[in-house]
């Protein structure tokens, strides 16, 4: 069973700045199609960002030019630095895996999941 373990949420103001990690039990790591997703109160999960087994990253319109999703193989472990965050920014993110090629934005393509981390911005 992938276990997937994120941290590093917290309140912030607007404009400022987190990197949440996500730390995954897989020693095949490397060949798994990564994701981060958010879900806000009332609000459907939606995707932020995704990487594929090759590096390559993908965004949600919303956090392009402001969120970079990374990963560090040999840490076995998910990044998403945030910057100029803004209030509807705030929701619970969660980190996602899938043992696939291609990476897309949908939730439902996702098998393991993360329990999130908390991000608050207030304005």
């Known amino acids: 069973q992938v276990q997937l373990v994120e941290s590093g949420g917290g309140s912030v103001q607007s404009g400022g700045s987190l990197r949440l990690s996500c730390v995954v039990s897989?020693?095949?790591?490397?060949?798994?199609?990564m994701g981060w997703f958010r879900q806000a109160p009332g609000k459907e999960r939606e995707g932020v960002a995704a990487i594929d087994t090759d590096g390559k990253a993908y965004y949600g319109d919303s956090v392009k030019g402001r969120f970079t999703i990374s990963k560090d193989n040999a840490k076995n472990t998910l990044y998403l630095q945030m910057n100029d965050l803004k209030p509807e920014d705030t929701a619970m993110y969660y980190c996602?895996?899938?043992?696939?090629?291609?990476?897309?934005?949908?939730?439902?393509?996702?098998?393991?999941w993360g329990q999130g981390t908390q991000v608050t911005v207030s304005s």
């Open positions: 996602a895996a899938k043992n696939s090629i291609s990476a897309t934005l949908l939730k439902g393509d996702y098998t393991y």
């Open positions: 897989e020693y095949k790591y490397s060949q798994y199609v």
